[in-house]
């Protein structure tokens, strides 16, 4: 019995190291898919890669695409990432989240956000009260306290009595964030009208007609992200001041901002593909995260050209 006894253990032990070899010898197989090109998603990117790398080594192979804000290619693109039945996809904005949950309704293949501000919104479903989806998505969110931005307007433009709205309707994300920052700055005392647009080719025309306002908020916009200039080439010459969702926007059409580091986002999602890929975690059951502080931030450039005095506590964007 003792010489039996002692061979089912060495027998175990001999499993237990091949698994950990295994395990050890494991090469992780990601794929990225951004939503479009723009200096934020870049940085949440790259955060994103710099935590897996730095956990894995080259025990991980990143497949990063990105979908020049196309809903087909980000479609064709998450359904290849499933189709190749990778480890893990990363997510990075409301358009490829949305494609690459459904891609994976069928195989579900664990999907991390970031870049993402309400994932109830982004994925029409109820989130459960510790924050988790319940299916295979979580992520980071890039959502920065819409009463602080309302309050920051409140705090730059004291005087003003209107407040525009510009966003594009065709991002559910957009829509969740004017609803929330209307209802604050109706609190306030302000008038709110919106001014939205659904694509690039009706963005400049909406944002001349929101120059009738003393103020313009952006929320954290990516159809906006990606057309500031388009933006400051109205706002600008009509002497209308933006106060934006995020410091992408803010650096190309804004004055000021309430901002997180997308960076930082970024990073946190690696670290749950960490816990997942390695560790064993349960996406499903994981909380959605947030970042762990925000920044005011002002566009020292077109603050001078609008004669917007900035309060010291504002940090200038670089």
């Not at 951004?34 to 990143?62: N, R």
């Not at 029409?124 to 299916?135: A, Y």
């Not at 306290?145 to 309050?151: C, E, I, K, T, Y």
């Not at 975690?281 to 994981?286: E, G, K, L, N, R």
Request: net charge negative; with cysteine; hydrophobic share 45%.
């Amino acid at each position: 019995m003792k010489k039996l006894l002692s061979i089912a253990i060495a027998l175990c032990l001999v499993l237990a190291l091949s698994a950990c070899a295994l395990a050890e010898d494991k090469t992780y197989n990601v794929g990225i898919l951004q939503q479009l090109q723009h200096p934020a998603l870049d940085l949440a990117t790259q955060g994103f890669k710099d935590a897996l790398v730095a956990k894995l080594g080259d025990k991980v192979v990143i497949d990063e695409q990105n979908g020049s804000n196309d809903q087909n290619a980000c479609a064709i693109i998450a359904g290849n990432f499933a189709a190749a039945n990778v480890d893990l996809i990363m997510a990075n904005a409301t358009t490829a989240l949305q494609e690459a949950a459904n891609a994976t309704i069928n195989n579900p293949i664990p999907v991390l956000g970031t870049s993402i501000t309400n994932y109830a919104t982004a994925l029409e479903l109820e989130v459960n009260p510790d924050g988790s989806t319940g299916i295979n998505v979580s992520g980071t969110s890039d959502l920065a306290p819409l009463d602080g931005q309302a309050n920051m307007i409140k705090e730059l433009f004291p005087d003003a009595k209107t407040v525009g709205l510009l966003y594009c309707s065709a991002e559910p994300n957009s829509v969740f964030q004017a609803d929330a920052v209307d209802a604050y700055l109706k609190e306030l005392g302000y008038e709110t009208t919106r001014y939205t647009f659904t694509d690039t080719n009706d963005l400049t025309s909406v944002a001349q007609l929101a120059t009738v306002s003393d103020v313009i908020y952006i929320p954290t916009d990516n159809t906006a992200a990606n057309n500031t200039e388009a933006i400051a080439n109205v706002v600008l010459p009509a002497k209308v001041p933006v106060v934006a969702g995020e410091e992408g926007i803010c650096s190309g059409c804004g004055v000021a901002t309430l901002t997180i580091s997308y960076y930082d986002i970024g990073y946190e999602t690696g670290l749950m593909a960490y816990e997942i890929l390695v560790e064993g975690a349960d996406v499903a059951a994981m909380p959605v995260r947030y970042a762990p502080q925000f920044t005011k931030k002002y566009n020292a450039a077109n603050a001078a050209e609008l004669g917007v005095e900035i309060p010291a506590d504002y940090a200038p964007i670089e």
